[in-house]
Nanobody
Framework: QVQLVESGGGSVQAGGSLRLSCAAS????????MGWYRQVPGKQRDLVAD???????NYADSVKGRFTISGENAKNTVYLQMNNLKPEDTALYYC??????????WSQGTQVLVSS
């Protein structure tokens, strides 16, 4: 069974940095798309950034220039480097991996708290 294990969340002051990572285990299949989403209470889960197996990236306008997504296809691992964090980046961050015919998988979520 595929499981996504993430790490790297935490608390930081505005202007600081955090790096999230998410690794898939339980399958030798490769991920077609790996991405990060975030959600605050009472709101929908929104895309932060994603990356295809070919390396094409896509970012939400609110994080362009501050966040960088990268991936290691061979390890089904995706990273999110978050710089110049703002209080509005505070949210529960989820990793999502699309693994072809195996389907789409989500992580449990990791909290990012940015204080002003």
């Amino acid at each position: 069974q595929v499981q996504l294990v993430e790490s790297g969340g935490g608390s930081v002051q505005a202007g600081g940095s955090l790096r999230l990572s998410c690794a898939a285990s339980g399958s030798r299949a490769s991920s077609n798309i790996m991405g990060w989403y975030r959600q605050v209470p009472g709101k929908q889960r929104d895309l932060v950034a994603d990356i295809t197996s070919g390396g094409r990236t896509n970012y939400a306008d609110s994080v362009k220039g501050r966040f960088t997504i990268s991936g290691e296809n061979a390890k089904n691992t995706v990273y999110l480097q978050m710089n110049n964090l703002k209080p509005e980046d505070t949210a529960l961050y989820y990793c999502r991996q699309v693994m072809g015919i195996l389907g789409t998988y989500w992580s449990q979520g990791t909290q990012v708290l940015v204080s002003s």
